[in-house]
């Protein structure tokens, strides 16, 4: 590509700016109305005598006008004015038309999940009764009221007005009661644990991709010139 003098880099120009921040379309990618990429713009051209951005510069060095530009949000569109460009003819390194072949390749993500193998363990615990039994030896208490005969036994005057005045003898019967408490202790335990080894597993998976083959015999011999693989 011939270099224009006429045209400079705006960042080697240092007192010059463009007029709006929306008309910064470097780091956009520039497609074809159909949506096909040309590539990524990276550098805007000046043109010292009008004084004003004539041209951009593509990543690869490729140079096209500004005027078939259509300047988007998120791209640049290369319009069909660039055809009449092309028909009038261009500097050279201008982009005048452009098929673009993708180069497709599967790539394989490899990663892991957590499956079920089908086998789980439960532990419950379940409420049975049972009996217990023991013998405890209780006390009861019983009053009795009997009369007995006693031989005449004298008493002393005193005795005898005391004993004459009446008297009032009480006596409570009592009897021992089983008494039953219950406490609970833990006899055992049972440990429900799982653990885990790790294993490597080899993957193997079949991937496709596609060759381009540039065919540059012009006289239709299919020579294979240029065979690429990605």
Request: proline share 3%; hydrophobic share 35%; with cysteine.
């Amino acid at each position: 590509m011939r270099h224009d003098k006429r045209y400079e880099n705006l960042d080697a120009l240092g007192d010059w700016k463009l007029e709006h921040s929306s008309q910064d379309i470097r780091g956009k990618p520039l497609v074809s109305p159909e949506g096909h990429q040309f590539g990524i713009i990276d550098d805007l051209l000046v043109d010292r005598q009008s004084e004003r951005v004539a041209a951009v510069r593509l990543e690869d060095g490729r140079v096209t006008p500004v005027e078939p530009l259509d300047i988007h949000d998120n791209c640049v569109v290369y319009g069909e004015e660039a055809r009449r460009h092309a028909d009038r003819g261009v500097t050279e390194g201008h982009v005048v038309d452009e098929e673009v072949v993708p180069v497709v390749e599967e790539r394989v993500a490899v990663g892991k999940r957590v499956a079920d193998r089908g086998r789980q363990i439960n532990v419950r615990t379940n409420v049975v009764t049972g009996t217990v039994s023991e013998d405890v030896e209780l006390r009861q208490e019983n009053v009795s009221v009997d009369k007995r005969p006693v031989e005449n036994r004298r008493v002393s005057a005193a005795d005898a007005d005391a004993m004459l005045e009446g008297k009032t003898v009480s006596m409570t019967e009592r009897s021992e009661e089983a008494v039953v408490a219950k406490d609970a202790v833990v006899t055992d335990e049972v440990v429900v644990r799982k653990t885990a080894d790790d294993k490597v597993e080899h993957v193997e998976e079949t991937v496709r991709k596609t060759e381009v083959d540039v065919d540059t015999d012009r006289t239709g011999s299919n020579v294979n010139k240029d065979h690429r693989r990605t």
